[in-house]
Each structure stands twice: as C-alpha cells, then as structure tokens.
DNA sequence: CGTATATTTGAACGAATTCAATTATAGTGG
DNA sequence: CCACTATAATTGAATTCGTTCAAATATACG
C-alpha cells in the first residue's frame, strides 16, 4: 500500500502509532483528481469540506469587488486545506487547483473521531494551524517592508524551500505555475512591474527563465540579500499529550 | 466570584459545561499585572508560555535587521496570546503589552489536559487558531490591495468592530493607543504619511482626535467606501464533538 | 523643568503605477 | 496538425502615490 502523503508528512514531525495512523487514513479515503482552476473553497459560502491534497498546487486569494485580488497562500502536497476556515460559517476566500492534481475532500466532522480519541493528533492540528499562521504573518511581514525586488527575491526563496520539504523541487530549479499577474497579486505590485523586475533579474544574470521552469542562479547571495532563512524546519512537540493507543 | 473573561468570550460561541469551565478556570489561575511594552514573548526563544489576555492590548510585531517593522496583529482583552507560536522551538515575532494590563501565563503543557479530557475545548482552540488566521489574512489582503487611505480606514474600522465585540469601545470613539509611527508599522507606510492622511481626515471632518481618543465620524461613509464588513460576529460550531461531561 | 520623543508641515525625489502598443505563447476547434 | 483566438509577456513614456530629507512645534515623561 502507498504510503499516505498526509502520514508522510506528519511523520516529519512525530512518529505516529498504528491506531493514529489509522485514524489520518480515513482522511485520505476519497481520492478525487481536480483540473487547475478547480475550485475547492468558494467564498460566501459554507466550507462544509476539508481537503487533503495529495499532489498538485492549491492557492487561496481574497478578491475585492473592484476586481483587485489578493493571492494569501499556496498550499503543496501533503498539506491540509480548510483549517483556516474550521471557525467560519461562511468562507471568505476563494481556494482553487493552481495545477492539476488529486485531492481527498473531507467533512469537517471528520475531526470529531481525532478530537475524542486522539488527543496527541488534535495536539498536530493545531500546531499545524499555527505554523500557517506563521506563514501568513512572514508573507504580510515581507509585503509591508519589502521593496518589490526583495519581495519578489523572498518570495521565489521561500517556495523553493517549501518545495524541497514537499520533495517537488530540485536545487535551485522548479516549476513557478503562475503568470506574471498572479505574482503580481501575490506580492501586491503590478505584473508590469513583476515583469521589469524579472528581465532585470535575467539581464543581471540572477536568474533563468525556461517557462514553466525558474532558476535562482544567484541564491545563496539572494538569501543574504533579503536576510531569508527557513523558519519551518522543525515543529515544536513538547507540549504533546501521550497518544492514546 | 469574577466570571473568567476567557469563559465569557468563549461563551459567546458555545455553551461550556461545568467541568469545561473548570477545565478553563485553570487557564485563569494565575493572574499578573503588566506594563507597557512587557515582552510576551522574544524571537529567538521558546515561547514556552501562553498568555490569556485579562484586560490591555498586546501586540505582535516582526522586525527585520535594518530595522524596519511590521507589526502583525493586535490582541485585545479576552483572546488567547500564543498559539500561532505553538508548533515553533523558537518565537519569530516579538509580542509585547502594548497598554498596561492583566495577564495570565500558562505553560503550553496546560493544552495536555484539554486534549485529553475535553475534546470539544480542543475543538474550539482549533476554531480560535483559524479565526486568527483569518484576520491576518484580511490584514494581508489590506496592505496588499489597497492605497494608503483606505487602509488607515479599514484598519480603524477593524479595530472598531473589534473593541465593540471586548466591550472596550463605545460607539464611534475609541481609544486608538497608537503613535504614528505605530500605525505606519501596522500599514506599511511611514509616520509621516500616516499623518498626512490622518491631518488630510481631519480637515475634512472625517475623524475627530482627542489624543488618546479617535472618533469617526463618518463611520458609515468609510465602510461602504473601503467595503467594510464584520466578518468574525459568528463560529461555526457544529462540527465541534460532544461536550464528555 | 528639562529632555527625549511625537507630531506637523513643506519641498524634492523616486519607486511603482498607469496607459498604450507590440510581440510571444498557449489553448481550442476544425 | 494547423489556423484562429484569447491570454500572457514585453517594452516605453508619462504620471502619481508615497517616501525621503529637513526643520519647527508640540507633547509626555522622569
């Protein structure tokens, strides 16, 4: 049997028992193949399922009405989609595929087993939860601070090292589906301005672009430059309380 | 006996059975005072202590080694300080009292018995965490969408909203313990154009300044102007598991 | 009461936007 | 597989929102 992608995951952090192993299965019963631009989120309305995805890229965004958008997060495979919205009875945010790939929906009520009887599974739960809004506040922390170039640096630099915990990436080259609109929304500039940042970053010989693939050619001086470093290696798990079984 | 001000926020989600306000109150035990610019918690070390947020403000602020600052999220009388650092070893973001007030530290280890015995508590820590990741979602999508002007009102009229909700605030005018040089930080913009705009609000008979207080007078006109709404009145709550006594 | 820290204002500057137009790329149906 | 069409990338020029620099006034604190 393939091993879980979401045990997978969570096995980089604690070593999970046979009976919590188990219950992080059932998540990942349904199995469901989504196009990009598949919606899995719609605002407005009830986000009555969590998904598991499995392989694939997922991109949340809010949306004004005046058009104007805001790209929030990316989510990779082996994360948990849905989380942020477990408080609302509305959704506020349009979750979509931003690539084809496999996601394995949920209901919410799904939590109610891992809340009863495994209470070191709910204890990941939320450190997992925690950790997105860690994520979230570095993403807003770059976008008050940052010049667009070192924005844009930051940005490239983190989904790197995201998608080398995902196991996506290779060295200094992977795959960036998104145009150079949706890099705009995600960084708050305009493509325009993403894409004279770009040819600047090519000309200087910083990167290489061979659509859909990027290269930080210049990485390690680019991480000095921005000051990055990657701030999700381990997770905290002190705290934890016994597993159950 | 004084009604824990964590139980009655909490309450106005759910209904807690005696052992879960028991369960609570211990979250209460200890109650300390703290002034001003207290550090909460320190990047760099173990945030090995949450904070239940008695009366005060506190607030979370990243910094970056040129200096510049983001400050991330405010935190008002009855919320919980601490759990986005919870997957953590290591704190990324200062949180320091940004009034006087009342706090009370727990270990994290004070989660165990909640995971282990009141699983809908656990249920509901969840929700808390993603209600705050909504709000720095909203943040984020503020300082990334909108000019200068409208996100010094969306950021007032938040924080209006909010202080109703605390019962902190009446009506339109608030106490707004802020410099300019703060509320730069939480904008993204410098102090010096904040009190551009906010001279520019005056004059136009927007706002009223009575240092520490802050009056809008034109509430209405700014939220139907930068689309205001209050996106956190309710929880959704029925995926929560049953209450064990 | 004195000193540090905020607020306020003006003028010059610059990073990023807007507008406009061209070239390239990718998806779709015949 | 090609032609057709929509979408994305690219580039330049003019413009603007917000910054930077500088200096005066007000406020708060020990």
Redesign the pocket.
């Known amino acids: 049997m393939v091993k879980s992608c979401l045990v997978s995951r969570l096995t980089r952090y604690v070593d999970l028992t046979e009976g919590e192993q188990r219950a992080i299965a059932t998540f990942e019963r349904d199995e469901v193949s989504a196009a990009?631009n598949h919606v899995l989120i719609e605002p407005g309305t009830p986000a009555t399922l969590i998904h598991v995805l499995k392989t694939g890229w997922a991109a949340v965004r809010s949306e004004a009405q005046d058009g104007r958008r805001q790209l929030l997060r990316i989510y990779l495979p082996g994360e948990v989609i849905g989380l942020a919205e477990l408080g609302l009875p509305r959704a506020l945010h349009r979750v979509t595929m931003q690539t084809d790939g496999v996601i394995c929906p949920l209901p919410r009520t799904a939590l109610r087993p891992i809340l009863d009887e495994h209470p070191r599974l709910a204890g990941l739960f939320m450190a997992i939860g925690s950790l997105d809004q860690i994520a979230l506040r570095q993403h807003l922390s770059s976008i008050g601070t940052?010049?667009?170039?070192?924005?844009l640096k930051f940005f490239l630099l983190q989904l790197r090292t995201r998608l080398l915990v995902a196991n996506v990436g290779m060295g200094d080259r992977f795959q960036l589906p998104?145009?150079?609109?949706?890099?705009?929304e995600a960084l708050?500039?305009?493509?325009?301005?993403?894409?004279?940042?770009?040819?600047g970053m090519?000309?200087a010989g910083e990167i290489e672009?061979d659509?859909?693939y990027i290269r930080l050619t210049k990485r390690q001086e680019w991480e000095a430059e921005v000051n990055f470093h990657d701030d999700f290696r381990d997770m905290d798990i002190s705290w934890f309380p016994k597993a159950n079984d």
Chains 1, 2 share one sequence.
């Open positions: 990009r940052m010049s667009a170039n070192h924005r998104f145009s150079q609109i949706e890099l705009g708050g500039i305009t493509s325009i301005y993403v894409n004279k940042l770009l040819r090519v000309r672009i659509r859909p």
